[in-house]
């Protein structure tokens, strides 16, 4: 576990950190940030606010506001889950997004820097191996993901896929893995 957060003063309601990872080279390396989410109730939908602690302690307050609820559940009512995180879009250009790949649970992120992000949770290997290939991931991860897909299957797969809010297209994407 990183020191930084045993150290930090966190506030009282912290339901989940999370430490990012990316590649360099072939070598996977901390990104830094360790983003925060707290929302008031452990239930469908989950809404709430995102921090960020910075490698030299300072905390980022508020830096998005999320709901991540089930996937039939958001794409039934994604024009009152996006108001009630302040996305500034058209629904219609968000439907297209959420049904990009079958999932379980999908969360939208609004994070207030003209980018929207679509979280997809509980992926079923294939369309993760699908989104290694989409997204230009490492050849050799995507076929050995693929080669050994029934080891992986039980994982939950999430991806992370930031989009433009003005043109909708894909910044960046990111996956992890849940045992």
Known sequence: MDTMLLTAPLPPDILVHAKEFGWKADCLVASGATAVVRG?????????????????????????????????????????????????????????????????DLALQHTFDGHVMVQYLGVAIEDFVAFLHDFGFCADLAAHAAKHARRYADLVHEIAIVYSLATMAPVSAAFHGVV
């Open 40 to 104: 008031t109730l452990l239930s469908y939908p989950f809404i709430g606010t995102g921090s960020a602690l910075l490698p030299d302690g300072r905390w980022l307050d508020c830096t998005l506001r999320y709901v991540l609820t089930p996937r039939l559940d958001m794409l039934a009512h994604v024009r009152r889950y996006a108001e009630c995180i302040s996305l500034p879009c058209a629904v219609g250009a968000l439907i297209p997004l959420l049904r990009k790949y079958a999932c379980q």
